[in-house]
């Protein structure tokens, strides 16, 4: 089936340092990306549905200058989170979608746990 | 406010029986329903899913079954196998905010142990 790649798969960084995750689409072109955070024992939230070559649109509630999107190919997505703080701290997952408009075809990456320190 | 709720965090079944994990949800506006299987460091991987149209859906040993009236969905795992062990989450599809897109919105989870 297709794989979806997060990358790093765990990262620890200091407070007010900006982190960049990594999510690509190995074997498939991926019009739309989506990105989620999960905290411990929550569901999956939507932040932001990126298409490729325009801009990210953010769920209400999350800073877009926050947490920047770039989707520059239809095989790679990068999260940053710019200026990390502790309560940035979460679970992040990404997820891509090749087209056709069925649902059942969105494929997850493994996801990125960030520790804000 | 959660939109999407599966309020048993953990559910344990022996091998051979039937496994039902519950799915309540309070948003109208959703029109298309699925379950996702989630290993321990994997990413969730699609299961089965159901259209508000239909009130089941049957694939294999997997079942869901809809009640609009209620908001309610359940997932049916017969006969449940000790590989299907796995956090499933109920996901609702409508559209985003934004506008432009689809979006899903997930449950919190229940984790399964399917006993030997």
């Known amino acids: 089936g297709a794989v979806v790649s997060q990358h790093p798969s765990r990262v620890i960084c200091k407070s007010g340092t900006s982190v960049k995750i990594e999510c690509r689409s190995l074997?498939?072109?991926?019009?739309?990306m989506f990105w989620y955070r999960q905290f411990p024992k929550q569901s999956l939230m939507l932040m932001a549905t990126?298409?490729?070559?325009?801009?990210?649109?953010?769920e209400q509630g999350v800073e877009k200058d926050k947490f920047l999107i770039n989707h520059a190919s239809l095989t790679l997505s990068t999260l940053t989170v710019t200026s990390a703080h502790p309560e940035d701290s979460s679970f992040y997952i990404c997820?891509?979608?090749?087209?056709?408009?069925?649902?059942?075809?969105?494929?997850f990456g493994p996801g990125t746990r960030l520790l804000v320190l | 406010d959660q939109q999407v709720k599966q309020n048993s965090p953990s559910l344990s079944v022996q091998e051979g029986r039937i496994s039902i994990l519950n799915c309540d949800y309070t948003?109208?506006?959703?029109?298309?329903f699925l379950w996702y299987k989630k290993y321990p460091a994997e990413g969730p991987t699609f299961l089965i899913s159901?259209?508000?149209?239909?009130d089941k859906n049957e694939d294999g040993r997997f079942t869901v079954f809809l009640n609009k009236s209620a908001k309610h969905l359940s997932l049916h795992i017969v006969p449940s196998q000790p590989g299907d062990s796995a956090v499933y989450f109920c996901?609702?599809?409508?559209?985003?905010?934004?506008?432009?897109?689809?979006?899903?919105?997930f449950g919190k989870g229940t984790l399964l142990t399917v006993n030997p």
């Open positions: 997820s891509a979608d090749p087209g056709g408009g069925a649902w059942e075809t969105q494929y």
């Open positions: 074997d498939f072109q991926a019009t739309t």
């Open positions: 990126s298409n490729e070559g325009s801009k990210a649109t953010y």
């Open positions: 948003n109208s506006m959703f029109d298309y």
């Open positions: 159901i259209s508000s149209i239909k």
């Open positions: 996901a609702a599809s409508a559209i985003s905010s934004g506008g432009s897109n689809y979006k899903l919105t």
